[in-house]
């Protein structure tokens, strides 16, 4: 079984501190996800990466960033925290299966999440 | 026009029904599509995964995609309580790894 594990299930954090949501995944997949969920807006991408030190915005990236040094480990950084950013963080990974040539994106997998609320 | 629409509910049904979750969408190139099942304070959980148009079954669980109508169902037969939960469809294009979901139906399902 993909096991995606985030570091916090609640974290209580002040405006303008740094803040750093851990995610890491057992199963040697290419592929992390960063998204946040909000009421009435769904699940919306932050940044996703596809390789160690390799990262690509999503559709909200601002006010965020990623780290990937290792594979298994996927980092997200709100360098100054803001009120706006208080969500359920939500982390994913998925396997790219390269065989039969082509290559081929598995479905994702995700973690249970972090409550985050920046006061 | 959003990517892909899905009502939010609730939807409530005696326990034993069949409950129909749908979405459509307007994105043509959507080839992988996906069904998620998230329960309060966890996270999605991956239900059903299809390529392209037909049916696929997993126990009580049936997913439907027709992609001449961008319109893609999911049937749960007998449903039970503890399938209490949001449902999330998710679809992709060929080559990418990103998804792009729909927003959620609650789907409550009373003893």
């Known amino acids: 079984d993909v096991k995606v594990t985030q570091s916090s299930r609640y974290l209580v954090k002040r405006t303008g501190e740094k803040v750093f949501l851990e995610c890491v995944q057992d199963m040697d997949h290419e592929n992390m996800f960063w998204y946040r969920q909000d009421p009435g807006l769904g699940l919306r991408l932050i940044y996703f990466s596809y390789d160690v030190k390799m990262k690509e915005k999503g559709d909200i990236p601002e006010g965020y960033s990623v780290s990937r040094e290792k594979k298994e480990r996927f980092s997200l950084i709100l360098e100054s925290a803001s009120t706006n950013q208080t969500s359920m963080y939500l982390c994913?990974?998925?396997?790219?299966?390269?065989?039969?040539?082509?290559?081929?994106?598995?479905?994702?997998?995700f973690g249970d999440g972090t409550r985050l609320s920046i006061l | 026009q959003k990517e892909v629409e899905q009502d939010p509910g609730p939807l409530s049904v005696p326990e034993g029904a069949i409950v129909s979750l749908n979405c459509t969408y307007s994105n043509s190139a959507f080839q992988y599509f996906m069904w998620y099942r998230q329960y309060s304070r966890k996270g999605p959980e991956l239900l059903m995964y299809?390529?392209?148009?037909g049916n696929k079954e997993d126990g009580r669980f049936t997913a439907q995609v027709d992609k001449s109508s961008k319109y893609i169902s999911l049937f749960i037969r007998d449903s039970q309580p503890s399938d209490s939960a949001t449902y999330l469809c998710a679809m992709r294009q060929s080559g990418y790894s990103t998804l792009t979901f729909g927003k959620g139906t609650m789907l409550l399902v009373s003893p």
């Open positions: 299809t390529y392209s148009s």
């Open positions: 994913a990974s998925s396997f790219f299966d390269s065989s039969g040539g082509r290559g081929h994106n598995q479905p994702q997998h």
